[in-house]
């Protein structure tokens, strides 16, 4: 079965600096991988996924991740933070075939200080 | 675009009461998801509807919780009878297609206070 780990439940940054939140998944084949962000009280947005096109992603907002197959990771960046990028961030994995399901990691919450 | 609607948005109850959640889905979505967000863990999936048929309600404690999807539409979210632990926000996300890279659109959630 499927799973991720995200490490840090929460990661303070200052405006204009980069943001790094890490996610590293299990999995006995490559997956599907995304990042989901979750503003206050609002549902989930996709921000990126990973399909094995190309193991550099592009996102929304400035956002994006690189898959590293030898390291097991699809950790997220941005080279400048915002402040309206402060939220709760999941990643998320899911298998390649049939009904596979989405299982999400615990979250990481961004805090950015200006 | 309508995105996907679901209501009430806030609900309080007292244990062994019973509470029902509604969603409807993006217009033309075959598939529809029931999550359970407790307060500081991820998303769990519940149940998964491809049209109006189940495809997975593993994680659906099914002596408590029960949900249809009526004509492969909207659908509705049920507990009875509500435990405390059942407090955490239920949200609904809808599909295009099933599994896979297909994204999913969540509604804004119901969050459940069971007291």
């Known amino acids: 079965a499927q799973s991720v780990t995200q490490l840090g439940s929460h990661v303070s940054v200052s405006e204009g600096a980069l943001v790094l939140l890490r996610c590293n998944y299990s999995?006995?084949?490559?997956?599907?991988l995304f990042w989901y962000v979750q503003y206050p009280n609002q549902g989930l947005q996709l921000l990126l996924k990973y399909t094995s096109a190309a193991t550099l992603v592009k996102g929304i907002n400035g956002f994006e991740a690189e898959f590293k197959k030898s390291e097991t990771s699809f950790h997220l960046t941005k080279p400048s933070a915002h402040m309206s990028d402060a939220a709760e961030y999941f990643c998320a994995v899911s298998g390649r075939t049939g009904f596979q399901k989405l299982v999400f990691g615990t979250g990481t919450r961004l805090l950015v200080s200006p | 675009e309508a995105g996907v609607a679901q209501s009430p948005r806030y609900k309080i109850i007292e244990k062994r009461q019973s509470v029902a959640f509604w969603c409807n889905p993006i217009?033309?979505?075959?598939?529809l998801y029931w999550y359970q967000q407790i307060l500081g863990q991820g998303p769990k999936l519940l149940i998964q509807f491809q049209n109006n048929g189940v495809v997975d309600d593993s994680q659906l404690p099914k002596d408590r919780f029960s949900a249809e999807r009526l004509k492969g539409v909207d659908s509705t979210l049920k507990i009875q009878p509500a435990k405390l632990e059942d407090s955490a926000v239920y949200l609904c996300?809808?599909?295009?297609?099933?599994?896979?890279?297909?994204?999913?659109?969540f509604g804004p959630g119901t969050r459940l206070t069971v007291t």
């Open positions: 999995s006995s084949v490559p997956p599907y």
């Open positions: 217009s033309g979505h075959a598939t």
């Open positions: 996300a809808s599909s295009l297609e099933a599994g896979g890279p297909s994204e999913q659109y």
